[in-house]
C-alpha cells in the first residue's frame, strides 16, 4: 500500500507508536476499533461469472475481508454450459479486473447460421443467417480461473449459513439456479440444458462458425460452437424436455465425434422482476443467475451476470440502492420473458402482440454491439414464428 492510501486512523496509530505517548496494549485496543468499524466481511458462495469477477473486485477494495466458497473441489472445478459471449463489452469488464479479455478468445464469430423446424411451413426460407459484429468463443473457466488469483477460496466445501452468518457480515448467493441462501421461488420458470465437449478428426468439423436449430414454439433450441482445432461444445435447451436429448444424440450420431466431456444443468429463465426477493431480508443477497439475469430469448448470462456483479460492487453498502439499480438495468428482461411464456404456453399472436416484439427488437437494434450480432426485423419475425 502506498503512503498517501494509508487510511488517516492508522497513520494517528503509527504516529503514537513512534512516539512512545501510550502502551502498546492501548495501540492493539486501538486497532481493534479500527478494525470492527472499518473492515467488511465478506462471503461470496459460488465460483462462477458472477462469483469470480466479485472476488477479484471486492477482494482490491481496502478494508474488505473476502472469503470464496465453491462446491467442487479445485482439480473439478469447471465453467458449465456455452461459453459465447460479446468480445466488446467483455473486453470493458475484464479491464475492471487487471485482465486483457483478447487473450481469452477461442474463436471469432462472422457468421451465426439459425435452423428452424423442418416440419413447419415457412416457405422457401427455413434458415436465416446472421452476421456476427464482436461475437466470440472464449476460454471461460481460464478467464474464472485469472480472475480468483491470489483471493481466498474454500474448494469443495457447502458451508451452512447459519455458520457464514455467524462470521461474516454479508453473504453473496452466487450459486445460480439453486439460489442456496435466498428464499425459494414460486411458478418460476427454468430449462434444463445438456452440454458435450467434443473432438472431431481434421477435416471433419460439421461447421466452421456458430450454427443454432431453433426448436418448436420456442421451447429452446440446439447450439453448435466451435473452440479451435477440432474441438467443440455442442448441446442444447428444451423447456419441454423433448427435443434436446433427440436432436443431440442425432447430431452425435450423423458427424462421428470423441465425447470427451458431458454436463447438465438447468438455466432459470424468470427475470429479475419474478425473482425477489434478492435478499433473505438477513445478510444474504443475491447476484447473476440466483436473482434471474439470463437474457430468455438468447439463453445468454454470462455479460447479465457480470453487469450485475458491477452494480453489487458500486452498491456494496446500500443494498436497496442494488435492488433498484438491478430492477432498472434488466427491466426489458421482463418483456423478453412474457414473450418467451408466450410461445412457449402456445397464447402468441403477432397481431395481438406486435407491440411487445417491436419493443425487444428496438432494444436488440439499440444494442447491436452489445449483443454482437446484426438485428434485423425480418428476423425477429421469423422467430417469432417458430
Not at 462446491?71 to 459471449?85: F, L, N, Q
Not at 442456496?180 to 468439423?205: A, D, F, R
Amino acid at each position: 500500500m502506498r503512503p498517501w492510501h494509508i487510511p488517516v486512523f492508522l497513520h494517528v496509530i503509527y504516529v503514537i507508536i513512534t512516539s512512545n505517548l501510550v502502551s502498546t496494549k492501548f495501540v492493539m485496543f486501538l486497532f481493534g476499533v479500527y478494525l470492527n468499524t472499518t473492515c467488511m466481511k465478506i462471503a461470496v458462495v459460488g465460483i462462477g461469472v458472477a462469483g469470480a469477477y466479485l472476488m477479484n473486485r471486492l477482494s482490491n477494495v481496502s478494508g474488505n475481508y473476502v472469503v470464496g466458497f465453491e462446491r467442487m473441489p479445485e482439480s473439478k472445478h469447471d465453467a458449465v454450459c456455452a461459453w459465447a459471449t460479446c468480445q466488446t463489452v467483455m473486453s470493458n469488464m475484464t479491464k475492471k479486473c487487471g485482465l486483457n479479455f483478447e487473450t481469452y478468445v477461442m474463436h471469432e464469430g462472422k457468421h451465426m447460421h439459425v435452423d428452424f423446424d423442418k416440419e413447419r411451413d415457412y416457405g422457401n426460407d427455413k434458415s436465416i443467417d446472421i452476421r456476427l459484429k464482436g461475437m466470440v468463443i472464449y476460454d471461460k473457466l481460464k478467464l474464472i480461473q485469472d480472475m480468483i488469483r491470489g483471493t481466498r477460496i474454500e474448494f469443495g466445501k457447502v458451508p451452512k449459513k447459519e455458520n457464514l452468518e455467524s462470521d461474516f457480515d454479508l453473504i453473496i448467493d452466487a450459486t445460480g439456479f439453486h439460489r442456496n441462501y435466498l428464499p425459494k421461488l414460486k411458478g418460476e420458470m427454468w430449462i434444463p440444458c445438456i452440454q458435450y465437449k467434443v473432438k472431431y478428426e481434421s477435416g471433419k468439423i460439421p461447421y466452421d462458425d456458430f450454427y443454432l436449430k431453433a426448436f418448436p414454439s420456442m421451447n429452446g433450441y440446439f447450439w453448435f460452437f466451435p473452440l479451435g482445432n477440432g474441438y467443440a461444445h455442442i448441446g442444447a435447451g428444451d423447456f419441454e424436455r423433448r427435443q434436446s436429448n433427440m436432436f443431440v444424440e442425432f447430431f452425435l450420431n450423423k458427424y462421428k465425434c470423441e465425447v470427451l466431456k458431458k454436463v447438465g444443468r438447468p438455466v432459470r429463465i424468470s427475470p429479475p422482476a419474478y425473482c425477489e426477493p434478492f435478499t433473505d431480508g438477513k445478510k444474504s443477497i443475491g447476484v447473476g443467475e440466483s436473482i434471474g439475469t439470463v437474457y430468455a430469448l438468447l439463453g445468454e448470462g454470462i455479460i447479465p451476470a457480470t453487469w450485475c456483479a458491477e452494480l453489487l460492487v458500486r452498491h456494496i453498502n446500500d443494498l436497496q440502492g442494488y435492488r433498484n439499480a438491478v430492477m432498472k438495468k434488466f427491466r426489458i428482461y421482463t418483456s423478453v420473458y412474457r414473450f418467451i411464456q408466450l410461445k412457449i404456453l402456445g397464447k402468441f399472436s403477432i397481431l395481438k402482440h406486435w407491440p411487445e416484439l417491436i419493443k425487444i427488437y428496438k432494444h436488440m437494434k439499440d444494442e447491436e454491439d452489445r449483443y454482437g450480432m446484426e438485428i434485423k426485423l425480418m428476423n425477429m419475425f421469423k422467430v417469432a414464428k417458430t
